[in-house]
């Protein structure tokens, strides 16, 4: 357990570990991240947090970096130097980019599938809302 101080936190990532990017190798990409950020003395600047699904399965392994509001798809551990390298540059690593916030909304980049509808009744139940 631990209670950080955020004072100097510019960047927040949340790296899914939902069981689809589980099974297609985010431990390795939270350990590659975090450790990318610890070799280079960034804990201070760059904060992250393991999720639980983020709803875009096909898109695994999913980061989202925040507050940028960037979305990343098909990460794996390789990746993690050049994604760290790119926050601090204040750049975006592209080739991975899904989605991304334009100040009215998460733009989905031309090569990433739409994905589904969100009709209530499938919203229910893959929220699991009672
Ligand atoms: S498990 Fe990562 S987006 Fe669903």
Redesign the pocket.
């Known amino acids: 357990m631990a209670t950080w101080d955020l004072s100097e936190t510019k960047h927040h990532l949340l790296i ?9 190798g ?1 431990e390795e990409l939270t350990q590659a991240v975090r450790k990318e950020i610890s070799d280079r003395e960034l804990d201070d600047i760059i904060h992250t947090t393991r ?12 980061l989202i970096a925040y507050p940028k509001g960037v979305w990343y798809k098909d990460l794996n551990p390789e990746d993690a130097p050049q994604l760290i390298e790119s926050l601090m540059m204040n750049a975006e690593f592209n080739n991975k980019i899904s989605h991304c916030f334009d100040g009215d909304g998460f733009k989905r980049q031309a090569d990433v599938p739409v994905g589904d509808f969100k009709d209530r009744e499938r919203v229910k139940k893959v929220s699991k809302l009672l």
Do not use: E
């Open positions: 899914c570990n939902g069981s689809s990017c589980n099974k297609a985010a999720t639980k699904c983020n709803g875009r399965c096909q898109d695994k392994c999913v």
